[in-house]
């Protein structure tokens, strides 16, 4: 199957939304954006100590998490 998401997976690692993810996610107060699946990416940044591509502009200006974009 062209394309597969085993294909995909190849070149990524999946992280877990484990314990450290979860806290983090609700910890995330305001000015950040209540969208649940915005706190658990920007949570697996933070939890991980990895930066954030992200063009989201409520994302990038609560500054909560190193943004390369």
Known sequence: MQGSIVELEADFEILPVNRQVAMHAASLGEPFPADPMDRLIAATALANDLTLIAADGKIRKANL?????
């Open 65 to 69: 998490c190193k943004i390369l974009w």
